[in-house]
């Protein structure tokens, strides 16, 4: 019996279902085939409709030899720094895309075109990737861009996707720690929004460390996406965390966990009320190019105040109280909803996103008026997605669920209805954060599969000693109910990704020979009368050697060259195959220098020659049947 006096007004009891504990020692389509049961009561299922209910669950998630799959997964890399590329449903990784680690195998933070796109950062080499963003035009998915924050070293970076290289990063100034990120969605991505995480003190040289200071703050950050240089910034109230936009154009939205601007865990959980902040984006640009703005810390950039002053709201921004510490922000793909997840409340606020003209017009005494639900869904609410059909899907941390719940019929509930608005809780393993469905921060959310990526894995596979991987679990939700299909482990805490249709994503097979990527390389040859397609040379500039050669399976056009110890040599080479799939590399033996060129791309990199002697080099990327022979010699002479 359930304790009815416990329950909230227009909460429900929830559905029966198996207890998490049962999962355990169990493969994933058994745990797919449990979760019916969660919905429909305890022995609903037979032995016969279990069996029935794996195979129906292992035909949909296997993608046979030469078969592609139907999504791009684009996983954030966490603490590694990179962005991962997998196949959904198959969930097998396809590649990995180095963005602010040092990666050996294609010489990222290692070649001279890299560390241009590093540019001053090039300094940190570790990254913190929590959300990876796809650009959109009207509300869908356009392909081109993918974004991705560095929480660590306070940097977005911005990767194309018909090559999947990182091409642009830029360090935001005047705040630290970028967590929240998200884009503009219509009519095109112009912006990406990007959350500054921590309350730090302006200037920040040492003047003052209290963070009750009116001149201590953090700022919503707007960039530009094409140019990836920074558009505005927006002072506010408190801390900031996750964020999203809207099907307009108009507004951004933020949580705040942090409205004490506390230091310690107690005080940040002081308030049973932090808030949302909503950015009225027009009316920001409209005081921007009215000159109405400051600059910070010696930064161009221009910058608003969107604190509340005496009480009193500012033009660019709205405050609406939620409870608690509240963490996610997901805006509902039907375009009506922002969501905000409680984390330490077991409820998330459904605030509607037509009534914000109203709020910002002063129409409302109370800004609470703008939520139209506050359900009660389990404790720990993190992250809520959506399947395009009016259900809501929500991760439960404490709980080690999901719980999939009707948003309208939650809204009937907030008004007193008795309606059961909960459909279902699945267990997963365990401690969830992210969840994302397919499509579901477009308009086009087709409500097929969903990806929860669970902080702790345990029992759920083979073990690794007292550092564990993570466990990425997939679930089939197409149907009514949700079916666990496939769990997948992952290392050093991945946070969140994006799927995106196969056929929304179009890549290049080879290089262009006048890609901007390598732009800067060519330059440098023109310079040198290099033509990289046929010359193989050694040009020596007093203490710097620059060796231009062609690489075309299997040999290098130079298999041998000569400096003096103590040059600074720079090594550039153009792969001129033709043929896909047919990359070479270059690696120098004992000298810390490796990298890739694909077909038709050029890649250099620089290192001195500290140590008399000879020095192999040869290709890392198996290219042909002789790959290795693929090889030449370094030959330096002593000073």
Not at 84 to 107: C, H, K, Q, W, Y
Not at 392 to 411: C, G, H, R
Not at 467 to 480: A, F, K, T, V, Y
Request: hydrophobic letters at 35%; proline letters at 4%.
């Amino acid at each position: 019996m359930s304790d009815k006096k416990n329950q909230t007004p227009g909460s429900v009891e929830e559905p029966r279902g198996v207890s998490r504990r049962s999962f355990l020692g169990t493969g994933a389509v058994t745990g797919a085939v449990l979760a019916g049961a969660t919905a429909l009561g305890a022995g609903t299922f037979t032995r016969e409709s279990w069996a029935a209910a794996a195979k129906e669950a292992k035909s949909k998630v296997h993608v046979g030899p030469g078969e592609l799959d139907e999504y791009y997964g684009f996983w954030s890399g966490g603490h590694q720094g990179e962005v991962r590329v997998l196949g959904v449903p198959s969930m097998r990784e396809l590649m990995r895309i180095p963005v602010f680690n040092v990666d050996s195998a294609t010489g990222w933070g290692l070649t001279n075109e890299s560390k241009r796109i590093l540019g001053d950062s090039a300094k940190y080499q570790n990254g913190d990737c929590h959300h990876p963003h796809i650009s959109m035009t009207d509300g869908k998915y356009d392909g081109k861009y993918l974004f991705i924050n560095d929480k660590a070293n306070s940097r977005v970076a911005r990767i194309r996707l018909d090559i999947m290289k990182c091409d642009k990063i830029l360090t935001v100034p005047n705040v630290q720690a970028i967590h929240g990120l998200r884009l503009q969605k219509v009519p095109y991505t112009k912006y990406v929004f990007a959350n500054a995480e921590f309350v730090i003190p302006h200037p920040n040289d040492g003047h003052t460390f209290d963070l009750q200071d009116k001149n201590s703050f953090t700022m919503f950050n707007a960039i530009d996406a094409e140019k990836m240089e920074m558009a505005f910034q927006v002072i506010v109230d408190g801390n900031l965390d996750n964020s999203d936009a809207d099907y307009t154009g108009k507004y951004a939205a933020s949580t705040c966990y942090n409205s004490e601007k506390a230091y310690d865990l107690g005080g940040m959980m002081r308030n049973e009320r932090d808030w949302v902040v909503v950015f009225n984006i027009p009316r920001i640009e409209a005081a921007i190019k009215a000159g109405k703005f400051i600059n910070l810390d010696g930064s161009k950039v221009p910058v608003v105040d969107g604190r509340k002053t005496d009480g009193k709201d500012s033009e660019f921004t709205r405050y609406i109280p939620v409870p608690k510490n509240p963490h996610g922000l997901n805006t509902s793909s039907d375009g009506k909803y922002f969501i905000a997840n409680g984390k330490l409340s077991p409820t998330v606020s459904m605030i509607a996103i037509d009534r914000l003209d109203d709020l910002f017009a002063d129409r409302f005494k109370d800004p609470r008026e703008v939520i139209v639900a506050e359900p009660e869904l389990g404790l720990g609410p993190l992250h809520t997605t959506f399947d395009g059909r009016g259900n809501a899907y929500t991760t439960l941390f404490i709980d080690s669920q999901v719980v999939k719940w009707n948003m309208d019929e939650a809204i009937r509930a907030y008004k007193g209805e008795k309606v059961n608005y909960i459909k279902q809780k699945l267990d997963v393993q365990y401690q969830p954060g992210h969840n994302h469905a397919s499509l579901t921060e477009t308009s086009e959310a087709d409500g097929k599969w969903l990806v929860v990526l669970c902080k702790f894995s345990k029992d759920r596979f083979l073990p690794t000693g007292p550092l564990h991987p993570e466990n990425d679990q997939l679930i089939d939700i197409s149907g009514e109910e949700m079916k666990l299909v496939h769990d997948g482990p992952a290392f050093a805490e991945p946070h969140d990704c994006i799927l995106a249709r196969r056929d929304q994503i179009k890549t290049q097979k080879i290089w262009s020979r006048n890609d901007p990527f390598f732009a800067g390389t060519v330059e440098l040859a023109k310079k040198d009368g290099i033509n990289l397609e046929t010359d193989n040379k050694v040009i020596r500039d007093g203490n710097k050697v620059r060796v231009y050669m062609t690489s075309m399976a299997p040999a290098y056009g130079l298999t041998e060259f000569t400096v003096k110890q103590g040059n600074e040599v720079t090594v550039t080479i153009t792969n001129i195959d033709q043929i896909e799939d047919v990359s070479h590399g270059f690696v120098m033996t004992n000298h810390g220098a490796s990298m890739e060129i694909s077909p038709q791309q050029t890649s250099s990199i620089t290192f001195t020659a500290d140590k008399a002697g000879l020095h192999w080099y040869y290709c890392s990327w198996f290219c042909h049947a002789l790959h290795m022979e693929m090889v030449g010699r370094m030959l330096v002479e002593k000073a």
